[in-house]
C-alpha cells in the first residue's frame, strides 16, 4: 500500500529565510505533485514531477525527485508573506488516483 | 470550459437526508477524479472514471456512496442517508491523462451535515 509522509507538518519562518519540506513515499512511483492550498480554497498546482533527478523551479519555489529514494523536496528561497499556505505533496497510483501527504502549514511572519 | 466547475458550493442536509454533488470537468479531459477533504486537511480518494465508465472505485463506501458520469451532463456524487462523519470538503479534479498530466481541481463543495 502506497503511503505519503510530509514533514514537517507545521512551520513559521521568517521572511528572508529559506527552508524545505520533505515528501516521503513507501512504494515506487513515477509521479509526483505539489499543490498549495490557501485557507477556504482549492488546490493549485505547483510542479509536476515525472521522473528521477526531475528538479523544477517558480519564483522562489524548486522542488526535485529522487525516485531510488522516494523522496521529494520543496524548497523554499528568501521566503515573503505570499508563500504563506499549506503545502500538499502527492503521489499517483498505479491506477492514477493521488495519494497525499497530510500537508505542511507554512507561516511566514513579516 | 477552462475551469473545473462544481456545484454548489455549499450544501447543508440533516442526518439521513440525501445530498448530490456535481462536477463539470474542463473540456476534453477525459478523466475525473472525485477525493474527499476531512477537517485535518486529510484527502481521501473516493472514484474516478475514465468518460462514462468507472476506472477506480476502491476509494467509495459503496452502502451510501454512488457517482455518475454520463455523457453530455455533469459528472455527480451522490450520498444516500448522509452521516454527520460525511462532513467535508468534496472536491472534483479532472485530467487529460493522468499519466503525465496534472490533476485539475475545482473549487470544492462543502457539505455540512446536522
Known amino acids: ?110 | 470550459g477552462e475551469e473545473v466547475a462544481q456545484t454548489p458550493k455549499h450544501l447543508v442536509r440533516g442526518e439521513g437526508q440525501k445530498a448530490k454533488l456535481y462536477c463539470a470537468p474542463i473540456k476534453g479531459h477525459s478523466y475525473v477524479f472525485w477525493y474527499q477533504q476531512v477537517l485535518k486537511n486529510e484527502f481521501k480518494f473516493l472514484i474516478s472514471f475514465q468518460n462514462e465508465n468507472v476506472f477506480d472505485e476502491t476509494g467509495m463506501p459503496k452502502e451510501r456512496f454512488s457517482a455518475k458520469c454520463l455523457p453530455n451532463s455533469p459528472c455527480s456524487l451522490e450520498i444516500q442517508a448522509t452521516k454527520l462523519e460525511d462532513s467535508a470538503v468534496y472536491f472534483c479534479a479532472s485530467s487529460q491523462s493522468p499519466s503525465w498530466d496534472e490533476q485539475y481541481f475545482g473549487p470544492g463543495t462543502r457539505l455540512t451535515v446536522t
Open chain 1, 1 to 110: 500500500e502506497l503511503k505519503v509522509e510530509q514533514n514537517p507538518l507545521f512551520l513559521s519562518m521568517q521572511e528572508g529565510k529559506n527552508y524545505t519540506i520533505y515528501c516521503n513515499y513507501s512504494t515506487t512511483s513515477d509521479r509526483l505533485y505539489w499543490y498549495r492550498q490557501d485557507p477556504g480554497k482549492s488546490l493549485e498546482s505547483l510542479f509536476v514531477l515525472l521522473s528521477n533527478g526531475a528538479v523544477k523551479q517558480e519564483g522562489r519555489l524548486m522542488a526535485s525527485l529522487d525516485t531510488k529514494a522516494r523522496l521529494s523536496t520543496l524548497h523554499i528561497t528568501a521566503a515573503v508573506h505570499d508563500l504563506s499556505a499549506t503545502y500538499f505533496c502527492a503521489v499517483g497510483d498505479s491506477n492514477y488516483q493521488l495519494i497525499w501527504g497530510a500537508g505542511t502549514k507554512l507561516i511566514i511572519k513579516p
